[in-house]
């Protein structure tokens, strides 16, 4: 996937265009989420509609599972299809398979548009995963060998994520203004020797007891059953990762107004939605509306 470009920075936000949380045709997160509606709003209107949507399993479809008994007492109907990747669901969206998907971040929604000719938009702003550094054949940092192997996320958006982590905690330093689009060639100093091994963002909890250690993406950590509290390091909540990385309901551009396309927005940014992510991820699922 072709490198993360200066569209992130060019967005401009259109605030308030929703009634469900805060979102838009956007390609930058809002700072200030609208609080969320009355998710019993009556949609007499959309009566018998069929909204489809693709997700990740965990959390995102979990979460839409909550949206679709909200959506249900509207009379309207939530078909998940759920994806083990993070291509399928944006072409899908982009050549009208989908309504919807629940799965990304804004960061890669916008590098995707950039490298593969999309035109997704950000129809609501609903939550952020913390990425999370866990052991493997190593348990602790204390205990962490010269050229021990430390595995990453492979996909532009997320590599950079993982290595902003790594320049957290102090074991390695990344040349300036590298930020969000930070490869391993721009690794300025690296103490230990670490060997990056750079992995498909499904394949680290898996490959997890093969190498020291792992930086995981919220999604695949949870479907893994990996806890963020058990995580040796975790993003810090209040550092660029929150905005950059907050994960959105995206659509092809041109259809963030459509009724349907609020109602859902509405109802994923619920107060039920908000109490099932606290109650049930503990952490790892950070509501931000």
Do not use: W
Request: charged share 20%; proline share 4%.
């Amino acid at each position: 996937m072709k490198k993360l470009t200066s569209l992130l920075l060019s967005g401009v936000l259109t605030a308030g265009l929703l009634t469900g949380c805060g979102g838009g045709t956007s390609s930058q997160p809002s700072t200030a989420p609208s609080a969320p509606q009355d998710s019993a709003a009556p949609s007499s209107s959309l009566e018998g509609t069929t909204i489809k949507v693709g997700a990740s399993p965990a959390p995102h479809a979990e979460i839409l599972e909550v949206v679709k008994d909200i959506l249900a007492d509207q009379g309207i109907t939530l078909d998940i299809v759920e994806f083990n990747d993070y291509i399928q669901p944006n072409t899908a969206v982009e050549n009208g398979e989908l309504d919807a998907n629940y799965f990304q971040h804004i960061t890669y929604m916008n590098e995707f548009n950039e490298s593969d000719g999309t035109h997704l938009v950000s129809a609501a702003e609903v939550h952020y995963e913390p990425f999370g550094l866990y052991a493997g054949k190593t348990d602790s940092m204390d205990a962490l060998a010269d050229g021990a192997q430390i595995a990453v996320p492979n996909d532009t958006t997320n590599e950079a994520r993982a290595l902003l982590l790594l320049q957290q905690e102090g074991l390695i330093t990344l040349k300036d203004g590298a930020g969000i689009t930070a490869t391993k060639a721009d690794i300025e100093e690296n103490p230990k020797n670490l060997d990056i091994v750079e992995l498909e963002a499904s394949q680290l909890p898996v490959r997890l007891a093969d190498v020291d250690m792992a930086v995981i993406n919220g999604n695949y950590a949870i479907d893994a059953g990996l806890k963020v509290s058990d995580a040796l390091a975790v993003e810090s909540a209040d550092g660029e990762a929150a905005k950059a990385y907050v994960n959105v309901l995206a659509v092809k551009e041109g259809r963030e107004n459509d009724p349907a396309i609020q109602a859902l927005a509405q109802a994923l940014c619920s107060d039920e939605v908000k109490t099932f992510m606290e109650e049930t991820y503990a952490g790892a699922v950070v509501p931000v509306f």
